[in-house]
């Protein structure tokens, strides 16, 4: 796959790196932590010949700055909202993967106009608790 021409934006004073490819209705990836926009290299060419495809690394990732300090995902949602806005991608789906599909949650949930459907793989979006007799249990299963 021919790599895309990168674009960059300034969103919430950071530079912010973007491809786009395809044709059709506008469809955002979401890299996991540690990827970036190329994460998606492999499923690029069958996914632009339906869609408009809009990829960005995430803030601190690939070619974007990163934040001055830690972020979690709601900011990172808040400077999605901002990309979707500069590259009038809207309404738009979201495949997230990994700690994208937590950024994809969380976008949808604080900035719901733009997002029509999330496709989320492999996403940490549900913890539930576990009662200390059941840590403990297995702490003493991993003893053993």
């Known amino acids: 796959m021919a790599v895309s021409p990168q674009h960059f934006t300034q969103i919430d004073g950071l530079r912010v790196q973007f491809r786009m490819r395809g044709a059709g209705p506008p469809l955002l990836l979401l890299h996991g932590w540690g990827g970036s926009s190329l994460s998606f290299a492999a499923a690029i060419p069958a996914l632009e010949q339906r869609f408009r495809l809009l990829i960005p690394d995430l803030p601190g ?28 991608a809207k309404p738009l789906d979201v495949l997230g993967h990994s700690f994208g599909g937590k950024v994809a949650v969380a976008l949808a949930t604080q900035y719901p106009e733009p997002v029509r459907r999330l496709v989320l793989v492999a996403a ?12 403990s249990r297995g702490r003493a299963y991993r003893a053993v």
């Open 61 to 88: 990732f690939g070619f974007s700055e990163p934040p001055a300090a830690a972020w979690g995902s709601a900011d990172y949602a808040r400077v999605v909202a901002g990309l979707i806005e500069s590259a009038s």
């Open 124 to 135: 940490p979006v549900v913890r539930l608790e576990q009662k200390a007799a059941v840590l």
